[in-house]
């Protein structure tokens, strides 16, 4: 169960192929919109040197964009006057800076990404690792240097960081690659925690940045981190249905729709996107293509 399946598909006429089919379109302007804003806020970490090379190579190998996208989808549903291009790079950054850690010898071992060479394998693992925390932490000042109105910086960056930082430690990214390294169980309980901690943690973040910085009221996040938790479940047990195959060749168990069948896992998704849609109508994001992207999950698992 990877924490990334923003190539989409791994093969024709699969789910996330034809899930892929949608989202492109609705992706490929906000695909548009982080490539100019990545390449703006590029000089600012630092002196071209190894280490930022290597950041640009991992930066620009490909991907939709679908994290940075939900950030500004959220925050254009609530009308936001506040740019939010710099909170939607650093959400980009926390996600590549976990990608380029996965690949690495001790975790996933992984030589290739979406078809071109993993950056430890490009520049080297110190290289690598350095890339990684380069990234984590200039999530954290893109995020601090974006704008808000004064008489809510204190409560939005207090709820953004408190947000950030949970979701890319042990209650998030790094707790759930080591319970996908060594699974501490595989009723449905485990199963949903490791999505919920290396899946939907992410997508939290997203929707929060882009409800917080687009001007939404803290005492809502308990809900953003429901909608984040349905719409995480739905992307991971849609990418284990179309992995399906793969991992039963690789013996790999921890995969939904393996270890509770089809079926299951095709109901599951439809649960959860109902649930999505739901919350996100009570959220006033109804109208968001946020709602499209779900749905086109629900459709393509029959």
Same mark, same amino acid.
């Given at each position: 169960m990877a924490n990334d399946s923003s190539g989409f598909s791994k093969k024709p006429n699969s789910p996330m192929d034809s899930f892929a089919r949608v989202a492109l379109q609705i992706l490929e302007?906000?695909?548009?919109?982080?490539?100019?804003s990545f390449l703006s806020v590029?000089?600012?970490?630092?002196?071209?040197? %190894?280490?930022?090379?290597?950041?640009?190579?991992?930066?620009?190998?490909?991907?939709?964009r679908l994290r940075p996208a939900i950030v500004w989808m959220v925050a254009e549903a609530l009308h936001s006057p506040? *740019?939010?291009?710099? *909170?939607?790079?650093?959400?980009?950054?926390?996600?590549?800076?976990?990608?380029? %850690?996965?690949?690495?010898?001790?975790?996933?071992?992984?030589?290739?990404?979406?078809?071109?060479?993993?950056t430890h394998k490009a520049f080297s693992e110190? %290289?690598?690792?350095?890339?990684?925390?380069?990234? %984590?932490?200039a999530g954290f000042e893109l995020m601090a240097r974006t704008p808000i109105p004064q008489e809510r910086q204190g409560a939005v960056l207090h709820a953004a960081f408190s947000t950030a930082?949970?979701?890319?430690?042990?209650?998030?990214?790094?707790?759930?690659?080591q319970f996908d390294l060594r699974p501490q169980g595989f009723d449905e309980k485990s199963i949903n925690t490791i999505m919920d901690l290396k899946t939907g943690a992410l997508f939290e973040v997203c929707f929060v940045l882009g409800w917080l910085f687009g001007g939404g009221v803290v005492?809502?996040?308990?809900?953003?981190?429901?909608?984040?938790?349905?719409?995480?479940?739905?992307?991971?047990?849609?990418?284990?249905?179309?992995d399906i195959e793969q991992d039963k060749e690789a013996g790999k168990k921890v995969n939904y729709a393996l270890l509770f069948g089809v079926e299951e896992a095709?109901?599951?998704v439809r649960s959860h996107v109902e649930g999505f849609c739901a919350l996100a109508d009570e959220l006033s994001l109804g109208e968001s293509p946020l709602v499209t992207l779900a749905s086109a999950?629900?459709?393509?698992v029959g």
């Open positions: 302007p906000y695909r548009k919109r982080f490539d100019s590029l000089p600012s970490l630092g002196e071209d040197s %190894t280490v930022r090379q290597a950041i640009a190579y991992a930066m620009q190998s490909g991907g939709k506040i *740019a939010v291009d710099l *909170a939607a790079v650093a959400v980009e950054f926390f996600h590549i800076s976990s990608l380029i %850690t996965d690949d690495l010898p001790c975790m996933d071992n992984d030589d290739f990404r979406r078809g071109v060479a993993t110190a %290289t690598a690792i350095m890339a990684s925390f380069a990234l %984590t932490s930082s949970r979701a890319i430690g042990l209650n998030g990214l790094i707790g759930g690659q005492a809502k996040l308990d809900d953003l981190h429901r909608l984040a938790t349905h719409f995480g479940r739905a992307f991971q047990i849609m990418d284990d249905l179309d095709r109901n599951s999950m629900r459709i393509v």
